[in-house]
């Protein structure tokens, strides 16, 4: 099922010196390692060049708040662990929501999204290996993937390469010995009667300062829709202050194609939320006050028959703090 190789790199031994090598001590986290990523606010955003001794800048990204905090836990503080027999650490996004991995010292591999409710898991039936050690410059493999979540099921396969090695140039800082890792995927998704496919390319930029991407770009094609955009990871830049906090939640189907979506969330305590639907412009045109929640596992349908097709933001707000999604309506 799984097919996996690394191409022979034609370098001399100085590049190999310079070069970064993922491998498992420098890759895979730790418990209380702390991820934190930020969204930008740039529309488009170009996909990086590929090969040795390339120079990315990317000084224009535009960071915003607050940035996606997660902390790396044990699987003993995941609830439903019982459903990821081999995991061995979690990422914790706060408010009972967990990404689950198997981590070795020969991969790392998500194996699902796991929340308090076992009905509303996401888990992989044949998990994604997000990577393989040791991983460098000319490195690659294809895998194959599938899971199901809440109403939804998907597979794809992915192929991986290390596709270039040079210097990062983000706000505020620059970074040399950088390796950038591509993905290039393609899924079917199908909820219902409902089957979509989309695609595209996701590129990691790693070097020796972090375990975490110092920043990851994307360019997706959903149908007749394609979007791109990019995160900074929290060493990539300086001068962004975290003032809210994070709520972590599940929009699903996503894309739609029947213009409704559902969204999963927890509630830690009694709050009353809002949820605003922001089009590319940054105009809000729908918002949907949500009732006094109790602690606890919540679902809301969205009715989005009012809009047309065309690629969204999706904010969940409460009086302490606010995330966003983008939402893709076919």
């Not at 991969?107 to 009905?119: M, Q």
């Not at 996401?122 to 410059?137: A, E, M, V």
Request: glycine content about 8%.
């Amino acid at each position: 099922m799984k097919n996996i190789g690394i191409f022979a790199l034609l370098i001399t031994s100085f590049s190999i010196k310079a070069q970064h090598i993922l491998t498992a001590s420098n890759y895979n986290p730790s418990v209380a390692d702390i991820d934190v990523q930020y969204s930008t606010t740039n529309t488009v955003v170009p996909l990086g060049s590929s090969g040795s001794g390339q120079t990315w800048n990317y000084t224009n990204l535009i960071p915003q708040w607050p940035g996606n905090s997660a902390t790396m836990v044990s699987m003993s503080s995941v609830a439903n662990a019982s459903l990821f027999s081999t995991g061995t650490i979690s990422k914790d996004y706060g408010s009972g929501n967990y990404d689950v991995f198997e981590n070795t010292l020969a991969y790392s591999k998500l194996l699902g999204n796991a929340v308090p409710s076992s009905t509303g898991c996401t888990t992989y039936s044949n998990p994604i290996t997000f990577i393989t050690f040791p991983f460098t410059l000319g490195s690659s493999y294809t895998d194959t993937y599938a899971y199901t979540q809440p109403g939804t099921s998907g597979n794809g396969t992915v192929a991986v390469s290390g596709a270039g090695a040079g210097t990062l140039q983000t706000p505020g800082k620059s970074f040399s010995n950088v390796l950038k890792v591509s993905y290039n995927f393609t899924e079917t998704v199908t909820s219902g009667t409902s089957t979509s496919t989309s695609g595209g390319t996701e590129e990691m930029y790693y070097n020796a300062s972090s375990k975490f991407p110092l920043l990851t770009v994307y360019s997706v094609t959903s149908g007749s829709l394609t979007f791109s955009g990019a995160q900074l990871g929290q060493f990539a830049f300086t001068g962004i202050a975290e003032t809210k906090t994070q709520i972590h939640f599940n929009i699903h189907p996503n894309p739609t194609s029947n213009h409704e979506v559902t969204i999963n969330f927890n509630v830690n305590e009694s709050d009353s939320y809002t949820v605003k639907v922001i089009n590319t412009i940054g105009q809000e045109v729908k918002t949907i006050e949500l009732s006094e929640m109790s602690a606890g596992q919540h679902s809301s349908t969205i009715d989005l028959q009012d809009l047309s097709s065309g690629i969204y933001f999706l904010k969940l707000k409460n009086k302490t703090g606010e995330s966003i999604k983008k939402l893709i309506i076919e």
